[in-house]
């Protein structure tokens, strides 16, 4: 079944040979070849400022800048972040960008009483973490502490679920044979649109 899949790539950097780039190439790739609906976001090429203010997140109109890839968010059945792990979590200009894109009136709805109602339900995703320690070091010493908190305070929040995680680790030592492997697995979860 064909799913309209969102590819945000997060890493900051905008040199075309980041590994990050390369995974959500591949992940993309099989993904239309398979015929799911791509819409790509490149977190590196969008120009938007930070929230600063609770009544900014609240009531301020999401940037135009911003505006496409809310949408494709909203509209989206399976949505896959790819960032590189910086001190233990994503890159800040990950969370600049969910902070916008997740906003109140779009993400979840305040409610009198109780919880917030979660406006983002019926989709899944998948988070791709680069990492340059062990992958197994980051999970099972760390506890994956910062990918947790995405997952859980972000994405699961807004109803977001079920969330799947892919961690490539020691990328800055990887063989030209393990990132032929590691695009083939990308290439082979876009065709399955998971």
Not at 28 to 52: Q, S
Not at 153 to 174: S, W
């Amino acid at each position: 079944m064909s799913r309209r899949i969102v590819v945000v790539q997060g890493h900051p950097d905008p040199d075309p040979n980041r590994l990050c780039r390369a995974l959500a190439d591949a992940y993309a790739e099989g993904a239309r070849e398979a015929g799911h609906a791509v819409t790509r976001i490149d977190l590196a090429a969008l120009d938007f400022p930070l929230l600063r203010t609770q009544a900014a997140f609240e009531h301020e109109p999401v940037p135009e800048t911003l505006r496409p890839a809310q949408e494709a968010i909203v509209a989206a059945d399976h949505i896959v972040i790819i960032f590189p792990l910086w001190l233990g979590t994503m890159p800040a200009l990950v969370k600049a960008f969910l902070e916008q894109v997740m906003r109140p009136g779009v993400a979840f709805a305040y409610q009198e009483k109780g919880t917030p109602k979660l406006l983002l339900t019926g989709r899944s995703a998948r988070l791709v973490v680069t990492m340059g320690m062990p992958a197994f070091v980051y999970r099972w010493w760390y506890f994956a502490h910062g990918l947790k908190g995405l997952e859980r305070n972000i994405l699961r929040f807004v109803g977001i679920k079920p969330v799947r995680e892919t961690l490539f680790g020691m990328v800055g030592t990887a063989s030209e044979a393990t990132r032929r492997k590691w695009l083939k697995r990308m290439r082979d979860l876009g065709a399955l649109g998971a």
